[in-house]
């Protein structure tokens, strides 16, 4: 069962998750990349991560009218990664993430469904300020942040005692 549209795009269709999705967490959440840049998110079975669209995505689409997004190609279904808005209680504030299967950079996609979910969030929920994280050694995330607009704020912490990362406004 395919979750509710967010947004499309010329090439991408931006959707809520859903259970569904578990298979393809699991592995976007183990990627090499993503354990190097985001972090390990303990999601070692199908169960793990069918638990965490229940438990987090699912639950901030129902309390703040958003959350972690599935990114899919328009032309084929293919999920190739997730874009979405999601609030950080810890730094007040709301933030971009995404992350999408190496197979899928250099191609404009992550751009692409940032600026459409950047639109959605302050054309339809009303947002004057979204913020981004990141790994200072992500050099390709922070080149997309600036690509759309964001610039260094500072360092930050997503939970006390944590590493040191960038915040981005």
Known sequence: MAGAIVVETPRLVVRQLTPDDATFLL??????????????????????AHRFIVEVPMVSYAKNGHGHYRVELRDTGTVIGTCGLIRRD????????????PAYWGQGYAYEAAVAVLEFGRTQLGMTRIVAVVSPH???SIRLLEKLGLRYSGPTQLAPGAQTIHLYA
């Open 90 to 101: 810890y730094i007040g504030e709301t933030d971009i993430g995404f992350a999408y299967l």
């Open 138 to 140: 992500n050099a390709p």
């Open 27 to 48: 592995g976007l959440f183990n990627e090499p990349s993503f354990l190097a840049n985001i972090g390990d998110r303990g999601i070692r079975s199908v169960e793990d």
